[in-house]
Every structure is written in C-alpha cells, then in structure tokens.
Nanobody
Framework: QVQLVESGGGLVQAGGSLRLSCAAS????????MGWYRQGPGKQRELVAD???????TYADSVKGRFTISRENAKKTVYLQMDNLKPEDTAVYYC??????????WGQGTQVTVSS
C-alpha cells in the first residue's frame, strides 16, 4: 500500500506563489498516475491537475497557464507549482495516486489560503 504526506500549503497574497509536495512511501512496485484535487468552502472536490507515469499532464481550465505539475520518481514525490494565485484558489488541496488494479490512495490534505 501507499501512504501520502503533503506539505507546502499556507497563506499567500494574490499574485504570489506556493509549491505543494506529496511524498509517497510504502510497499508498491511503482507509482502510476498522480493527481491534485481541491475542495473550496461549500464546493465539491474537483480535479486540479494530474500526471501519468510517462509525464503526460492534464489541467483544469481554471488553473491552466498558472499551475505546473511535475514528479521526481527517484524521490517518489509529486509537486504542484502554483503561480499567480487568486482568491478563488483558496481550498484544501489533496494528493491522490492510483496504482494497479485501480487502487486509489489519498493524502491528508493541505490548506491553501489566498488573500485579496
């Protein structure tokens, strides 16, 4: 199985930047697709970005051009670089990974707050 530990959240002013990290540990052969989700106040959880084991990426339209997802397989870590942050980006951000046989694992969540 996989345990995911997130870090890098915090309070930032509009226009600022943050980088989220998600480190994986546990018994598994390899990490497949990993994604970042977020849930704002009074909203449903939504996909922000994901990245395949081969490096192909997908972004929500609302973050395209501002956020960048990447991974370092040797460190078993996935990142989300967030630039030009907006107040509407305020949410709890969750890391998710899907292994073989459709096994999904979630991080504990990290709070991102963007002030206007």
């Amino acid at each position: 199985q996989v345990q995911l530990v997130e870090s890098g959240g915090g309070l930032v002013q509009a226009g600022g930047s943050l980088r989220l990290s998600c480190a994986a540990s546990g018994g598994f052969g390899s990490l497949n697709t990993m994604g970042w989700y977020r849930q704002g106040p009074g909203k449903q959880r939504e996909l922000v970005a994901d990245i395949t084991s081969g490096g192909s990426t997908t972004y929500a339209d609302s973050v395209k051009g501002r956020f960048t997802i990447s991974r370092e397989n040797a460190k078993k870590t996935v990142y989300l670089q967030m630039d030009n942050l907006k107040p509407e980006d305020t949410a709890v951000y969750y890391c998710k990974v899907v292994l073989t046989f459709n096994r999904a694992f979630w991080g504990q969540g990290t709070q991102v707050t963007v002030s206007s």
